[in-house]
T-cell receptor, first 116, second 114 residues
Framework: GAGVSQTPSNKVTEKGKYVELRCDPI?????LYWYRQSLGQGPEFLIY????????DSGLPNDRFFAVRPEGSVSTLKIQRTERGDSAVYLC??????????????FGPGTRLTVL | DQQVKQNSPSLSVQEGRISILNCDYT??????FLWYKKYPAEGPTFLIS?????DKNEDGRFTVFLNKSAKHLSLHIVPSQPGDSAVYFC?????????????FGEGTQLTVNP
């Protein structure tokens, strides 16, 4: 079956602009995660959805970042007033349940965001 | 603070030999540990995991060892193959305190030379 997909694969924008990044999880997966990976670092947790609700958004760096998952499948990460420091690869992952440590997270290929 | 650390940014080994990748953690609440492999322009791919109630888990050429007292885990790849060349991330989770979120190390670039 299809894995996690993310669009666009690359996004170049100017400082101050608004961007939306989309994630299509594996069909039937209840849990969805967003991570951000900066150059030379490991992925850093941003937000976790259980169904339609954000179960943990403690990783969002500030109020310019927001994510939704209105129907419990596709999710959109929204960044307002982008800054150069937002440049990174944004990774989405999904898992079947999200309520157990043993629930494997499957990652998409990521969206590379560059803020000029 | 960096709760999961991979102190070696890179490792180079000869094909057929053993690769040993190391990872240290500081949060004693972590109860599940994973290794992910990442190729360029792709997302991380799950490789192997271990629960804190075990000290070893094996899957084919890959074995993960966990030393809870030292807060240390390692990934052994035997024999190493050129296709194993990738960035390897160690990750941990603590379901009781932080749900399913994963905390990753910085990664180790493994190069297996033919």
């Amino acid at each position: 079956g299809a894995g996690v997909s993310q669009t666009p694969s690359n996004k170049v924008t100017e400082k101050g602009k608004y961007v939306e990044l989309r994630c299509d999880p594996i069909s039937g997966h209840t849990a969805l995660y967003w991570y951000r990976q900066s150059l030379g670092q490991g992925p850093e947790f941003l937000i976790y959805f259980q169904g339609t609700g954000a179960a943990d958004d403690s990783g969002l760096p500030n109020d310019r970042f927001f994510a939704v998952r209105p129907e419990g499948s596709v999710s959109t990460l929204k960044i307002q007033r982008t800054e150069r420091g937002d440049s990174a690869v944004y990774l989405c992952a999904s898992s079947a349940y999200g309520t157990r440590s043993t629930d494997t997270q499957y990652f998409g290929p990521g969206t590379r965001l560059t803020v000029l | 603070d960096q709760q999961v650390k991979q102190n070696s940014p890179s490792l180079s080994v000869q094909e057929g030999r053993i690769s040993i990748l190391n990872c240290d953690y500081t949060n004693s609440m972590f109860d599940y540990f994973l290794w992910y492999k990442k190729y360029p322009a792709e997302g991380p791919t799950f490789l192997i995991s271990i629960s804190s109630i075990k000290d070893k888990n094996e899957d084919g050429r890959f074995t993960v060892f966990l030393n809870k007292s030292a807060k240390h885990l390692s990934l052994h790849i035997v024999p190493s193959q050129p296709g194993d060349s990738a960035v390897y991330f160690c990750a941990a989770s603590a379901i009781e305190t932080s749900g399913s979120r994963l905390t990753f190390g910085e990664g180790t670039q493994l190069t297996v030379n033919p």
